[in-house]
């Protein structure tokens, strides 16, 4: 099989990313893979905690899409297994246990999801039950005594609980070991995941080890924050866009985001190439350019991918025909707020008297009656950022909030 020129590739593997570990180990893997004509095997693993694929996954999957164009195989690890324990990075408390029945029923969609994306011919597919169904409880002692409690407490997020009396569950400590065998099990080369992953991603070299296999070469990637501006785009923080979402709702979730996201946006989540960036990034700093409008254009850039440029324009109308002039109030009321105050949603409302009190806030966004920038509000923990909103409160009330 032919591949391009090592230098070639490895432009195009660095490319958007963090950190390589490490570089002198990929180039030997590729001269093998060159060598002998055989691509090396790139893996990437999801627990499906919800249904939905985000677009904070997809950074990962564009760059195993960029692997797959240079002629390598991808390995996706499906964590019905592992999706059971929950993985404690960045965790301050242990996370819900699934049961493994939920775990099957987010999976469903998955698949389909994956291949909006990936080729599926140059694509396998695994679910980590395959192996950890089979495992006779001394394969999980040995699996176990790979590792030591005092290699486990060098996680930040562990020690910080440890240190502040949080609870730590016994089966948070194997998430690291059954990601390092997932990499045995399927021999990889290379794994990719994001910064706060690295720890993960480390175990697996030292789990292949233990198991007499070369380590896999580790490569992180930028956190894409989600819609609130804050936090990373998580399906349990409900932050996030899902790629088999409507065009109506991606739009309008996109929409919401921080003008000062808008260019990673591009950068982590189009297809847009360098020169067209650079271009976003001119008018960007053009202070007499609107953000909302180079929005409209990340909006359309994202679901003409996942969906299509017509569903795309036809989004932008619906959302226009939202928020013009004759569908809002002539009268919106206008409330500038600093930056560095309290930013959460509920407690503004509150405050500014367009609910009675933070409770009621709290309720009317369980039920589903408020909404930033046409987009329906499900996290009751929701700040603001620098920025624009309108917040639509129940059927009529209106409030648009500008965040300086």
């Known amino acids: 099989m032919q591949f391009p020129p090592i230098n070639e590739q490895i ?106 994306i990936l080729d599926r011919k140059k694509t396998e597919i695994h679910y980590n039950g395959e192996w950890f169904s089979k495992m006779q409880f001394d394969e999980i002692m040995s699996l176990a005594a790979k590792f030591t409690v005092a290699r486990i407490l060098e996680r930040d997020d562990f020690t910080k609980r440890y240190q502040e009396g949080n609870p730590i569950s016994l089966h948070e400590f194997f998430y690291p070991l059954m990601q390092g065998y997932d990499s045995v099990a399927i021999k990889s080369d290379v794994e990719l995941g994001a910064t706060e992953q690295k720890f993960n991603l480390l175990a697996a070299r030292h789990v292949q080890r233990e198991y007499n296999q070369e380590p896999q070469v580790v490569l992180t990637l930028p956190v894409l924050e989600g819609i609130d501006g804050t936090q990373r785009m998580s399906k349990s923080l409900g932050n996030y866009v899902g790629i088999d979402e409507t065009p109506e709702e991606m739009f309008g979730k996109i929409m919401s985001i921080p003008d000062n996201l808008i260019y990673k946006y591009f950068t982590l989540v189009t297809n847009y190439h360098l020169d067209q960036l650079a271009n976003v990034k001119k008018r960007l700093d053009d202070p007499k350019t609107n953000p909302m409008t180079v929005k409209k254009e990340l909006a359309r850039a994202i679901i003409g991918i996942y969906h299509s440029e017509e569903a795309a324009k036809m989004a932008q109308k619906s959302f226009e025909q939202v928020f013009s002039k004759g569908e809002l109030p002539d009268d919106i009321e206008e409330i500038t707020v600093d ?66």
């Open 339 to 404: 930056s560095t105050g309290d930013l959460m949603l509920v407690k503004l409302l509150a405050e500014k008297g367009i609910v009675s009190s933070n409770g009621e806030g709290r309720r009317l966004i369980k039920q589903g009656a408020i909404k930033v920038n046409d987009s329906k509000l499900s996290d009751i923990n929701f700040s603001l950022s620098k920025g624009e909103y309108i917040i639509k409160v129940g059927k009529r009330r209106f409030v648009k909030f500008i965040v300086k």
């Open 11 to 116: 432009d195009v593997i660095k490319k958007g990313t963090e950190e390589l570990i490490s570089e002198e180990e990929l180039v030997r893997k590729l001269e093998r893979s060159m060598k002998n004509g055989e691509p090396i095997r790139v893996k990437q693993g999801f627990d499906p905690t919800a249904p939905d694929i985000h677009l904070g996954h997809t950074v990962g999957i564009r760059k195993l899409r960029e692997f797959q164009e240079l002629g390598h195989t991808i390995v996706l690890i499906i964590g019905d297994y592992t999706g059971m324990v929950g993985d404690p990075s960045g965790k301050s408390e242990t996370r819900p246990r699934l049961t493994y029945d939920k775990v099957m029923e987010n999976a469903k969609t998955y698949e389909e999801q994956f291949f909006k």
